[in-house]
């Protein structure tokens, strides 16, 4: 039995976003649907709709940050109730027996979580992302959106939230570091918050000051233009965690030797080429390189509980079903402040 409801897709790289309408299955027992009030945009969105990766089947419609009302559930769901605020990011679902979903971590499943668009579903369909009007997920994979966080600001939250969250929590940014949020975009405007929320001493790095009161404004205690001759030499051995969310090619050597002896860059954004790695710049120091790539559910419901508890939201711009095309030219422009989210109540006027 299914469902039929409204959907942001497209039939092919180049085309033009088409309102146009899907089954979804209904509720299994351990199901829930949900209300999606708001769906934002996410950089991972545009590369895959636009076959930037080479693995899209179309027609496709993309979308894993996604805020809802629970309007129904399955015979054995116990977690939720219609009604519920929830989210979903990036997964619907998992294995659930291997020891990274047995220990939280269903992000890292060890034969493959199944994505929230663009994946093989457990039924043997490609899974459909959040542009819709409803979606239906398991509800292992569902999250609880606290009260104090409205919809469209928390939206962002189930993948820029927990992509920056995540490396913050897993390094153990503690009062008093120094920690440096490299980007002020849709990920770096989160670690900033998030870093200066737990009690970190913040810096941005950008090419230019132009965002430096945005940055302040997020908790940073200063922006410094890696621009800026002699940049490299006065900041040398300065920070105590970099957070990295570029996702173009960077002289990664020069951006290393600026943390502290055993300090840490957890590399969170995805660049398209390789970068040139010196190892010399690992063990002058012992510094470490790393990279992450979301969290868990059980890390989810922690992320957002934090960002509740301190006043922590994503900055938005919204726009209606039909402005996603050129919200997408403007995400890659970089012309964003700093997340752009889909306000799904005007699927109900769209044709």
């Not at 199944?114 to 490609?126: K, L, P, R, S, W």
């Not at 943390?259 to 790695?277: A, D, F, H, Q």
């Not at 012992?286 to 890390?299: A, D, K, S």
């Not at 419901?301 to 050129?326: P, R, T, W, Y």
Request: net charge negative; proline share 4%; aromatic share 6%.
């Amino acid at each position: 039995m299914s469902y039929t409801t409204k959907v942001l897709q497209k039939t092919g790289p180049e085309e033009p976003y088409q309102i146009a309408e899907i089954e979804r299955r209904d509720p299994r027992a351990d199901d829930v649907v949900i209300d999606i009030k708001a769906a934002g945009i996410c950089h991972s969105d545009i590369h895959m709709i636009r076959n930037e990766w080479g693995s899209a089947t179309y027609p496709l419609t993309v979308g894993h940050e996604i805020a809802g009302v629970v309007s129904a559930v399955g015979s054995d769901v116990t977690k939720f109730k219609v009604g519920d605020r929830v989210g979903v990011g990036c997964l619907v679902n998992s294995c659930g027996e291997c020891e990274q979903c047995k220990a939280g971590a269903e992000n890292n499943c060890l034969k493959g979580a199944i994505g929230t668009y663009n994946a093989e579903d457990v039924d043997g369909t490609i899974t459909q992302g959040g542009y819709s009007q409803k979606i239906t997920v398991n509800e292992g994979f569902v999250v609880t959106i606290p009260d104090a966080l409205d919809f469209d600001v928390a939206a962002p939250l189930l993948c820029a939230g927990i992509t920056t969250y995540s490396p913050l929590a897993r390094w153990n940014v503690k009062p008093g570091q120094k920690v440096a949020v490299m980007g002020l975009g849709g990920l770096g405007h989160m670690g900033v918050q998030i870093a200066a929320a737990m009690g970190a001493e913040v810096t941005v790095l950008s090419r230019s000051l132009k965002k430096a009161d945005a940055a302040k404004e997020l908790g940073a205690v200063r922006t410094l233009a890696t621009s800026d001759e002699n940049f490299f030499e006065e900041h040398r051995g300065e920070f105590d965690l970099i957070l990295n969310t570029i996702s173009a090619p960077i002289d990664l050597g020069s951006y290393l030797n600026l943390l502290k002896p055993r300090g840490i860059m957890s590399v969170v954004g995805l660049t398209t080429e390789p970068l040139p790695l010196q190892i010399i710049d690992l063990i002058r120091g012992g510094r470490v390189l790393t990279g992450n790539n979301i969290g868990g559910i059980p890390e989810t419901q922690e992320m957002l509980d934090f960002c509740a508890e301190h006043g922590i939201a994503s900055v938005i711009e919204k726009v209606n079903v039909h402005e996603v095309d050129d919200a997408y030219d403007r995400v890659v422009a970089g012309d964003v402040k700093f997340r752009i989210v889909i306000d799904t109540e005007t699927f109900d006027s769209a044709e």
